[in-house]
């Protein structure tokens, strides 16, 4: 099954009123690895945010993290995802919405997350691995951050 992801965008009318941007399900899924689809559902650069006008960011080309800015992105790992062991320029916030998955660190640290949990991801090196039968979809939101520091030398993005 392919993700379908409703996503529903606000703004403002000339005279300020609120108003529906975009009430759609969303066109840009894609799938960088096997058993894994992904859509950015929005995007933002700078800090703070510039709510002003409208322009969709989702049709632009990205990359996991946007220097500077934030992405919301939802992640659909079928049974058996390729593994992709990774670490971001980011600081992420992560909602299990269904399903069950295995975090794995490069520690060899495993924790199991299900429909409901939540995750802080904060630059570590990690992997997803669905053991399971059904599709674990996840929502994330990552936001800019410095790259890690250990032993006086950066951990930059890998993977």
Not at 127 to 134: A, D
Request: proline share 4%; charged share 20%.
């Amino acid at each position: 099954m392919s993700l379908q992801i409703r996503r529903v965008v606000t703004g403002h009318s000339a005279d300020g009123r609120a108003k529906v941007e975009v009430d759609e399900i969303a066109q840009n899924v894609i799938s960088n690895r096997p058993g894994a689809s992904s859509c950015v559902v929005w995007s933002t650069k700078g800090f703070p945010v510039d709510n002003d006008g409208f322009n969709d960011p989702t049709s632009a080309d990205f990359k996991t993290t946007v220097e500077g800015g934030t992405v919301f992105r939802i992640v659909r790992y079928a049974p058996g995802v390729a593994p992709r062991n990774h670490r971001t320029d980011s600081i992420d916030y992560a909602v299990v919405i269904a399903g069950e998955i295995e975090m794995q660190l490069d520690d060899n640290v495993v924790v199991k997350l299900k429909a409901g949990d939540l995750l802080v991801q904060r630059g570590t090196i990690h992997n997803w691995v669905n053991r399971g039968s059904e599709a674990c979809v996840i929502a994330f939101v990552l936001i800019s951050a410095k790259p890690v520091t250990a032993a006086g030398k950066p951990l930059t993005a890998v993977g």
